[in-house]
């Protein structure tokens, strides 16, 4: 104690400064440990790692002198008011949960934690890591927060959904033509096509995408969920939202996932049950397919196209695009604006109890409502005709399938208008389509007009 | 808190830059190694402010280099437990808000937001009181209490909180 009284600290000195800091370093390290082994040696590395030395004669002073003199310099108060504050904050410490840290350092108490735990949350900062409860504490503040603002979650795929890219290098000689016409990436405020010189990268978006999302964020908290790199997730999400009206830091890339190849909603903060999610690989959100909206592939580039093994001809090179007005982005925008009002303006029961999966599946179920489905020539024989996608998708579009012709039978989906049961539908007036239109029908939402999925007649076998 | 004091370096030099302009390259080719940096000890070195000596040169072995202690003055900035610091708001989000102080980077989680302060979504996410009167958004200036702080090789990190008397927005750009 006597120490104290009689060594006042000056800041202007550096001996003391040094002395000073010391006192300063144990007592942040130590926290309500005790004083042991391990914060010496990390004192020692610390001072040969920095190569900067403080004048000598250092003295080491007792930890009781150390951490009075520390509150007293720092706070100015009382010796008496700070050593009890001390007791009291430590006390606090040890009750902490630790919900969750930044800089490894507790965000509640401040403590430093030795052992690394919880969901990291780096697309929001670097270091920033949250536990399980704090999450879900997080959530449900947040969802009675965007429900009284009549707002959902929705996470958007980039590639292929919102957009397509291409390196540079693989733009075909018929595409060359793109170079003189792509927007340079310093002005991104209107335009379409961009080029990306320093990523060695040239970027489409897809027809409505603009429209899309100006609608979109009156609805839904919008997150960018991409399987690219953090460098490409903000570059495209310049492109897409040029003024940061949409997205904030709601950007999340590969780098930020926690399951290799896999996208999950553990990183985003909403409740799954008000979350929506648009993207057109199925595979990569195998925990949540009931939150999905499958969407048809956007490829305007020849090489996206062959990635896809497709052999026709591109967009690009046939320099059209897909339909603004009619596109996949306009009806999906649809099909969201119809879930919305579904989850919030149906009366009965209040929204925090309502589920979002549950509202897509009424809502799909409406649109093959009343069909009743005749598979011919598209499953392998043997095949288990239930357990055939085309089956389950018809199944959850509402339809209902058989294998059986009757009356009540409208539809013959079939690859071969020879088939006994084709020529049956024939007969009997009833629509005889490809399995094309399932497909199209079911990634627009809409039971598609029957003319234009006609079968051919499949010659000589 | 800011502190005036004197340290020490051993500066290595290429014998290119011996001559009448020795002591000019030191203290330049010093500026452009310190500023700017970080050490766990002293925090962050802000400004070289004057050289006291400059050692003897000892030639390094097989290399021609030489070496040459240095004793400068300088300030240094370090953030302390229970310092009260005054921050600018860089982003804010539902889990709290990030601030930087110069080179110090703080959060305050929204555990440590006073209780009446309430998250708004929106193109600017903020902190509001229910009736209006203080709002915590991008640019805010806030007065907060440091809680936690971890000096790294190049980074300062915090943790605080403005759940007491006398802290929270002292400046709102949104009001201005
Ligand atoms: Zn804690």
Redesign the interface.
Known sequence: MSLVTDSPVDSSSSDDFASFLDAALESNSSGSSPEGEAEEEEEEEAEEADDDKVEDNRVKRSKVEILEEVVEEACGSTLQGSLEQKLEESAKKDACTHPGSFGDMCILCGQRLEVESGVTFGYIHKGLRLHNDEIVRLRSTDMKNLLRHKKLYLVLDLDHTLLNSTQLVHLTSEEEYLKTQAAPFQDVSEGSLFMLEAMHMMTKLRPFVRSFLREAHNLFELYIYTMGDRPYALAMAKLLDPRREYFGDRIISRDDGTVKHQKGLDVVLGQESAVLILDDTENAWTKHKDNLILMERYHFFRSSCHQFGFNCRSFSELKSDESEAEGALATVLQVLKQVHSMFFDEPGNDPIDRDVRQVLKTLRKEVLNGCKIVFSRVFPTKFQADNHPLWKIADQLGASCSTELDPSVTHVVSTDAGTEKSRWAVKEKKFLVNPKWIEATNYMWQKKPEENFSVDQVKNQ | ?F????????MQLHPRHFGRNLRDNIVSKLMKD?EGTC????GFVVAITGIENIGKGLIRDGTGFVTFPVKYQCVVF?P????ILEAVVT?V????F?AEAGPV?I?V????IPDDM????G?M?NYTTSDGSVKIQKDSEVRLK?????V??TEI???GTIKDDFLGVINDPAAA
């Open positions: 808190m502190f005036h004091i004197v340290l020490e370096r051993n310190v050490s766990g000890r002293h370090r302390f437990k229970g310092e982003m989000n539902k889990m709290g990030f980077q959060f989680s929204n555990h440590l309430e998250f708004q979504s193109d996410p440091i809680i936690g702080t971890r790294d090789a990190f915090c943790i």
